[in-house]
């Protein structure tokens, strides 16, 4: 049966993710440098002091943390822009750095919606088997009430800090979560040291050998994912970054245990073919046969479903 966020001809429904988003200057060469703050109150107007300690334990990332990762108290967070929008979440760059010492890095803060906005708009199928113990919290959460609406954007966020945290120890290739607040995520920023993101995978135009080699890294991460009874729930070329070769798989507060989820083979079938169509079209089933052991995009649902045991 055809995907239902496809029409005949191939246009993407109201409530698809723009195939395209808004990021920084891909021609800038530098970011601002880093020096000491000279202003009455510490920090320039927009600027704050790094939140790393304002998370709990369970709210960082695993451990060890990576060498790259700024981790000091005096250590500052300058926003320098905006990365991509999206109708439930914006994600803008952050330089964290401590002042007057040249270290830092850069994190990309992914910020879900506040009440004002609209929320989620298929979150009553990821909701399902997300239930919240306290009873008034949960009738505020299905009535959308603004402090529902709020509690739906924090629970998203630490369900996508969770699902990053698993997976990152599993070792799919996703960005290092470093820390969870409230409803923002820290993550780590994937593209190059001047502030240039990544594109999309959908952004590309992968031939050959590129094409089967970004296809086999599709394949073992969902592999992974499958094996430890997850689907990604939302899965398409709009959610995978490509990095100088590398896939990176982002955008997972909808993770889905197909186990436990009442639709659960229905998301895994869903995202090896969202996935498999991309890959199709660009001509993979062409390149499959010579490449020896990569399956055929046709064959990646059953794939998936053996590797996550159900039928």
Not at 11 to 39: I, M, Q, V
Request: neutral net charge.
């Amino acid at each position: 049966m055809p995907d239902p966020a496809f029409s005949r001809r191939g246009k993407r429904r109201f409530d698809d993710d723009e195939p395209t988003f808004a990021k920084r200057n891909r021609h800038r060469s530098a970011l601002p440098a880093l020096d000491a703050y000279g202003t009455v109150d510490g920090l320039p107007d927009g600027d704050r002091w790094s939140s790393w300690d304002q998370s709990a334990a369970g709210e960082r990332g695993p451990r060890p943390y990576p060498d790259w990762l700024v981790t000091e108290l005096a250590a500052a967070d300058t926003e320098l822009g905006i990365l991509k929008t999206g109708k439930e979440a914006d994600v803008f760059l952050l330089r964290r750095g401590v002042p007057g010492t040249g270290r830092s890095c850069l994190l990309a803060a992914k910020r879900y919606r506040d009440a004002g906005h609209r929320m989620f708009h298929r979150d009553s199928e990821y909701l399902e088997g997300r239930r919240v113990r306290e009873s008034r919290a949960s009738r505020a959460m299905a009535s959308r009430t603004s402090a529902g609406r709020e509690m739906i954007a924090a629970l998203w966020a630490n369900a996508e800090f969770s699902a990053l945290s698993k997976l990152y120890l599993a070792g799919v290739p996703v960005p290092y979560p470093v820390q969870v607040l409230g409803t923002e995520v820290l993550l780590e920023f994937i593209g190059d040291p001047d502030g240039t993101a990544a594109p999309r995978l959908a952004e590309t135009r992968p031939q050959g050998s590129e094409l089967a080699g970004l296809w086999d890294q599709l394949v073992q991460a969902l592999r992974t994912l499958a094996g430890h009874g997850l689907a990604h729930g939302d899965m398409s070329a709009y959610n995978l970054l490509v990095h100088h070769g590398r896939l990176v798989m982002i955008d997972l507060p909808q993770v889905i245990d197909v186990i436990a989820h009442p639709r659960g083979a229905e998301f895994l079938d869903r995202d090896a073919a969202n996935v498999a169509r991309w890959f199709s079209a660009r001509g993979l089933g062409g390149i499959v046969p010579a490449a020896g052991d990569l399956p055929a995009p046709g064959d990646l649902p059953a794939l998936l479903r053996q590797e996550a045991r159900i039928g």
